[in-house]
DNA sequence: GAGGCGTGAGAGAGCGCTCTCTGCGACAGG
DNA sequence: CCTGTCGCAGAGAGCGCTCTCTCACGCCTC
């Protein structure tokens, strides 16, 4: 298991390093038969360039990291797979790795120092929260950036999102078009931009339904159904924030005795595989997350490619999908 | 945003070049005052070292691939989550990447280039099927590998995997501890050790079990589900070869009128997030999906740091988790 | 005081590759 | 016939780092 190093092909092909390394990288202009001697050379001894001393002087390391928080309610997240299989179908065929890095608490920084020092060309951020240095400090260091989701406050980075406003008042309307008198919503959380925005849009066209704040959990779901009973017995529409709350506001409904859709409809928010499971299945928004994936990759090459590319944002539109909740 | 090298460190600290180096890998004796004169003069300039030009005389690339089938039905796995997870719970705080290889058909190779030319130290290999060419490749090269699950042949490998049997033998003692008296199971697909190993097991402690085949899908479960129905009408416990099969069948059961637990018991496999989104929550035979990822990671690294490391096979125990189905 | 030895720093040789620069031969234009 | 140009291959200078080898210096022993 000897090495084969570029040298060596160059021997076998009786040509120099020089020309080897054209053939190789396809570049520059190669007399015909010295690049079929150099192609055989490579298959019969199996030469694989090293990529360390190729990264070494074209200062790529043709590797782009995926940012992820490692907390628990992000773990079996449906869409981290969907995120992360978009990304490597752009990035694959180029032969750009992947490198996924889950941070707790303190260790994202990490990825500042890996691009710094050339570990990896660029990277896709999933999940900032306000407090997370790590967007300013790329930003400050003109590091090439993709935020997954609107970024908190606004900053000049580039983003890809779907609109989460408007995929609120498609289930508003949803809700008004089944004839619902008395609706409600059960929100994400409220200090982030994909919580804040669902509800916005949501009461755009619904603007007197109930409102009660959770977050993206099941537990919430449960938790807050059973406060809007309370409050509003009577209620007979609900578009929760999320997939979760919906399997929880439909557990709890259940248990009170109502039934879905029948007595209330629920419509959830994300297409996620929870909304198959769930008994009936949801109605729910649907954002294209494999789509979006691939943008912020396209988005990230383009940047690495040309990092004076002008900060942009995509935004991509929801759809409802119509299923037996609601 | 100038590039600091070793070298200006030397410089700034009045020290050579091997000096700073040492300070850097803290290997070798080096004088307390240039040791200190080094450390300040790497963050008054913010050193950083390059990658790849230590990756070119290490000869390592401080990175691992995790190598996962791009199916449909992966995606949106809960485990690989916990894998993900798993992994780089061990690997990051020695710096070592984890580099995410979804791979379509055809790809897979790709892992063995990656290997070879030195920008992988070793891989994580998810779901082999008899038809993959890439772990006997890897075993005649020598490169460092393990196996998530055992592999679907003999072969001389590294693996780590559930004792799958053991986990149908808890769900089929807990049907019988339950008093039920016509017990049935759908199973996951029998070319699959996975499938096979979980039915033995049950069989060997329910032996006149009623027996339907299916994949691990939800679809199979349902579908699977009403034939049960209709061959053993008088069926009072079910072990689901999975989460998912077990949401299909509990849905299924609900249609035909029959309640969970009360007329009929399921048991499913996996402890998926599935598991707690369904109505009514799964009893389900739970793998540790973290722990195994992390000894998969250490036993890579292991093979990693001496390529002479004897294959081994490390078998985790499941456990019953008991909730509402059964 | 000479020789042996241990400690710690510097010199420098690569690691395998890319890419510029040089050089050489062929051909066209003056 | 000489010069300019162009096409194409080779020489060689790095890229930034590690690590061996050499060497200087101080201490101990005889």
Request: contains cysteine; hydrophobic residues 20%.
């Given at each position: 298991m000897k090495r084969v190093t570029l040298e060596e092909v160059a021997r076998v092909a009786g040509v120099s390093r020089a020309t080897a390394s054209r053939v190789v990288n396809g570049l520059g202009t190669v007399d015909e038969a010295l690049r079929h001697a150099v192609q055989r050379a490579i298959s019969s001894t199996g030469y694989l360039p090293n990529i360390a001393a190729r990264s070494l002087v074209t200062r790529r390391a043709d590797a782009i990291g995926l940012v992820l928080p490692d907390e628990h309610r992000m773990l079996g997240d449906p869409h981290l797979a969907s995120v992360v299989s978009g990304v490597t179908r752009v990035v694959r065929p180029l032969g750009i790795h992947l490198v996924l890095m889950m941070t707790g608490p303190g260790t994202r920084e990490q990825a500042v120092s890996d691009l710094r020092c050339g570990r990896l060309d660029g990277v896709v951020l999933v999940h900032t929260d306000p407090a997370d240095p790590v967007p300013g400090q790329l930003i400050a260091a003109g590091l090439p950036v993709v935020l997954a989701g609107r970024p908190w406050q606004p900053m000049p980075i580039t983003y890809v999102d779907v609109d989460q406003a408007a995929g609120g008042a498609l289930a508003g309307e949803r809700l008004l078009a089944l004839g619902c008198r008395r609706i409600a919503t059960i929100t994400g959380p409220q200090d982030m931009p994909t919580g804040r925005d669902r509800v916005r849009g949501f009461l755009d066209v619904v603007p007197d339904a109930v409102v009660v704040h959770g977050d993206f959990t099941r537990e919430s779901g449960i938790a807050s159904t059973e406060e809007l009973l309370a409050r509003?017995?009577?209620?007979?529409g609900v578009f929760a924030g999320s997939d979760l709350i919906a399997t929880g506001a439909i557990a709890v409904l259940h248990r009170h005795g109502r039934t879905v859709p029948g007595d209330v409809a629920v419509v959830g928010f994300d297409d996620s595989s929870a909304a198959l499971t769930c008994e009936p299945e949801l109605t729910t928004v649907r954002q294209p997350i494999a789509d979006m994936a691939q943008e912020m990759a396209r988005q990230l090459l383009r940047q690495i490619a040309n990092p004076a590319t002008p900060v942009t944002s995509v935004v991509f539109a929801p759809s409802l999908v119509v299923r037996a909740s609601g």
């Open positions: 509003c017995p009577d209620v007979d």
